[in-house]
């Protein structure tokens, strides 16, 4: 009688099956992924690769390829005066609206993330405009600051601190600084949920134990708080860089860039020579150069907070 060892009974021990098995694992696992990888080549990758050989190509007016041009789009956006312009417009809108929204949120996210009367509210009053498209938040804003109708002026008027309607779109000064207002107000609810959960995840046990030591609100915030947030403070300011630098809702429902391309950041400049005026090459040159530049400015950028994270932990 043949008998039968103890590895024989244990499930999954079966020779007939197991060595086919594991040769077919990974064909299915990339039977799996094919799906998601078709996708995102299809939606992501080519439509990368299609823009950079439109911007070396010669496009005519149906965003048709009709030969090689070299670096003519490129040269021709860099001899162009109003694209340097709109450039360091559009860096100075993603300081200014980044830079401003973290240290605004900073606060707001620590008040959230204390235990009073009416918190639950006040976090859903924030998330209000962000459960909101940027586009209906544009159209709100266009409506608040519009010259003859609109509510900032009638307050103003009825408090006798102004005598007649201010244009707020109307000139440049004070439509770009309308523009960066609203891109910070709008920017202040996600940044302040996504610290408030870093926030949540210190262990209180950290406070208590500097609290015995002596140490007051600042010294806690300096030395617990932002180094044990700093994670989700450089992630979120990543985040935000990509998205305001190409925020193209905000600009363009409250000004379309005027008045003379003085409020036009590179999406809207972009939209005006490719649809407006049929310049697709440029157009395809000024995306791809935006693509490298916010490219080269995550990865610099993941670098060095890495590596200052790597010094302070050591």
Known sequence: MAVVGESDLRPGRSSRWRPSSLRSEPVVGLLFILPTVAFVVLIVFYPIVETALMSFSKVNSLAQREGFAGVANYRELFSDTVFLRILAQTVGWTVAV???TT???IPVALALNFNFRGRRLARALLIVPWAASLMINAIIW??????QYSIINGTLMKL???DQPIIWLGSEQTAWAAIILVGI???IPFTSFSLLAG?????????EAALVDGAG???SFWHITLPLIRPVLVVTTLLNVIYVFNSFPIPWVLTQGAPAYHTDILVTYLYKRAFTEGQFGPAAAMAMLTFLLLLAFSLGFSHVT???TGVNAK
Not at 142 to 147: E, M, N, Q, T, V
Not at 199 to 207: A, D, K, N, R
């Open 160 to 162: 006798h601190l102004i």
């Open 217 to 219: 609100f600042w010294t």
């Open 306 to 308: 890495r590596e200052r």
């Open 199 to 207: 926030l949540q995840s210190v262990p209180s046990e950290l406070y």
């Open 185 to 187: 107000l709008v920017s």
């Open 142 to 147: 266009r409506w608040i600051l519009d010259g």
């Open 103 to 105: 240290v605004v949120a």
């Open 98 to 100: 980044v830079g401003i």
